[in-house]
């Protein structure tokens, strides 16, 4: 057993490389995502009925697919429609559809629980169309749904570890690639969990700390 | 997509139902069993219920699926791929129901638990008669909606070489050079899955809703 820590030990580079790659992979989507999603929150807090609709029926999609099944369609099953992307390229952009969907329907929970009062409120001081989204609405909806977000950015860190099996070197990928050619199983696996809890607590420390600040701001 | 194929991607869905209801089947006690000891704060073993379920929480079930299928038997345990990944879903699943079944016992009425104390009633007879079917009621709709979530991380068990609805259609697709079918078949088959999941916490939350008016 304890040549197995040494293994990973003596491999920790590479480790490191498969952490930092989860969390650009993660970060990225977990940004892109949230910045979608509330372009399709607006969306459907519109009343415009067919663009509703649509959406809601992208949001239940990504509801009813596994994440994985969603990036094969996108790495091997897009180019047969003509749209070929790298390995890279499909997860990154599989991660933000799926989590768009998700960061949508949250962020609609949080705005529906908005007083309606603070809208028409804007209404009368003369904030208009995405004057009163950016200025009035989106704040109390990001701080109310923070903890949410949070537990979708851990969800987003967790889908991404499903890139492996389209090669994508992030964690896993890493753990399993020292695992195969070592033959270290519980070591490198264990050490790739681990890797990933801190990941988490990280997480959950940043939203803890930013809304707080949020709240003080307020 | 031949009739050969539709077989093979039905076989998919059959492990796919037949691991996730496992899965369900063993986390959902393993889950109650841990939330009563974090609940009835066990010296010793409740902080390490937390540690379990702060670490399983974060952990992707790829990499359970591969800590699991690859681990076991380097410490000298064998294991098949099938039983690898019922152990996966059902310990990832274990931890999500403690924090919920947690969640339902801390919220339990108090008065509730001092009436039936009033009454003479011994502690088991107390938490089987009182407040597990009450709490059950209530956590109905979390567990169901984790046992969704579930379903959809059920295609992680894929890297121990069992061959579920996903690894079928990818199959399918490598091998007709036709993807998109078999993938779109894949989807609306965890659609149905994933639907009669949904069904039930629909009814199940109207139920709540009628009660709590009568």
Same mark, same amino acid.
């Given at each position: 057993m304890s040549r197995g820590w040494i293994v990973v030990w003596q491999h920790h580079n590479e480790m490191l490389h498969g952490l930092l790659n989860t969390m650009w992979l993660a970060a990225l989507a977990a940004v892109a995502s949230l910045i979608l999603g509330a372009l399709l929150a607006m969306v459907l807090m519109s009343r415009l009925r067919p663009v509703v609709r649509i959406a809601t029926i992208f949001i239940d999609a990504m509801r009813c697919v596994p994440f994985l099944l969603l990036a094969y369609f996108v790495y091997y099953g897009l180019p047969s429609l003509g749209l070929t992307l790298d390995n890279w390229t499909a997860g990154l952009s599989s991660l933000i559809a799926y989590n768009t969907g998700y960061m949508a329907e949250l962020l609609v929970a949080a705005w529906r629980s908005l007083p309606a009062d603070t809208i028409e409120a804007a209404h009368a001081f003369g904030f208009h169309g995405f004057g009163v989204f950016r200025r009035i609405v989106l704040p109390p909806v990001l701080l109310n749904a923070a903890p949410m977000i949070g537990n979708q950015v851990i969800q987003i860190v967790k889908d991404s570890a499903f890139l492996t099996i389209i090669a994508v070197a992030e964690l896993t990928h890493a753990a399993a690639g020292i695992q195969s050619t070592y033959y270290v199983p519980f070591a490198a696996f264990v050490a790739a969990v681990l890797l990933y809890w801190l990941l988490c607590l990280g997480v959950e420390q940043f939203v803890g700390v930013a809304e707080a600040a949020a709240g003080r701001r307020r | 997509m031949s009739f050969y194929d539709w077989l093979s991607l039905l076989q998919g869905a059959g492990v796919t139902v037949l691991l996730s209801l496992s899965g369900i089947a063993i986390g959902l006690p393993l889950g109650l069993i841990l939330a009563v000891v974090h609940w009835l704060r066990v010296p010793v073993l409740a902080p390490l219920v937390a540690l379990y379920v702060s670490i399983v929480r974060a952990a992707p079930a790829v990499t359970l699926a591969l800590l699991i299928f690859f681990a076991l038997p380097s410490a000298g345990i064998e294991i098949a791929p099938i039983p690898a990944g019922i152990a996966t879903l059902a310990i990832s699943t274990s931890a999500f129901d403690c924090e919920i079944f947690r969640g339902g016992l801390l919220a339990f009425p108090r008065d509730q638990v001092e009436a039936a104390l009033a009454f003479g009633m011994p502690a088991l007879l107390r938490f089987r008669r009182i407040i597990l079917p009450q709490m059950l009621h209530t956590v109905r709709p979390a567990l169901i909606n984790e046992m969704t979530l579930l379903i959809k991380a059920?295609? &992680?068990? &894929?890297?121990?070489g069992v061959v579920d609805i996903t690894r079928a259609a990818v199959r399918i697709g490598a091998d007709t050079y036709e993807p998109l079918p078999p993938m779109m078949a894949a989807l609306v088959l965890y659609s149905l899955f994933v639907l009669l999941f949904v069904i039930m916490q629909r009814s199940t939350e109207r139920r709540l809703r009628r009660e709590a008016l009568a």
């Open positions: - | 059920s295609p &992680a068990i &894929a890297v121990t």
